[in-house]
């Protein structure tokens, strides 16, 4: 079972930056593919970034590619998603998920979920 808890959200203008951050609580985590989806009013959960249990394979959603970074730290059980030149259309309800098939995460069928930290970009 794991848990998993996301931070780091707020409210920041267009062009602006946020760090998020996710802790999880399970066994082996460095085994983990890990991810990060979002979820805008109205709209379906969309994977925004996942990274490979090993950290040499990522993979970014085209809408954030060249203004997102995700990252892990196994030693800290975390992973980050640095987004910088965010746009309004970034608004969105950001959830950490991981699971042990990095394609699981990728092809957005993942089910294990943190509670989510909102991210709000004004115009």
């Known amino acids: 079972q794991v848990h998993l808890v996301e931070s780091g959200g707020g409210l920041v203008q267009a062009g602006g930056s946020l760090r998020l951050s996710c802790v999880a609580s399970v066994r082996a985590f460095s085994t983990y593919g890990m991810g990060w989806f979002r979820q805008a009013p109205g709209k379906a959960r969309e994977v925004v970034a996942a990274?490979?249990?090993?950290?040499?394979?990522?993979y970014y959603a085209d809408s954030v590619k060249g203004r997102f970074t995700i990252s892990r730290d196994n030693a800290k059980k975390s992973v980050y998603l640095q987004m910088n030149n965010l746009k309004p259309e970034d608004t969105a309800i950001y959830y950490c998920?991981?699971?042990?098939?990095?394609?699981?995460?990728?092809?957005?069928?993942?089910?294990?979920w943190g509670q989510g930290t909102q991210v709000t970009v004004s115009s």
């Open positions: 998920t991981a699971d042990i098939q990095y394609s699981t995460i990728v092809a957005g069928t993942t089910g294990s």
């Open positions: 990274i490979s249990w090993t950290g040499e394979t990522t």
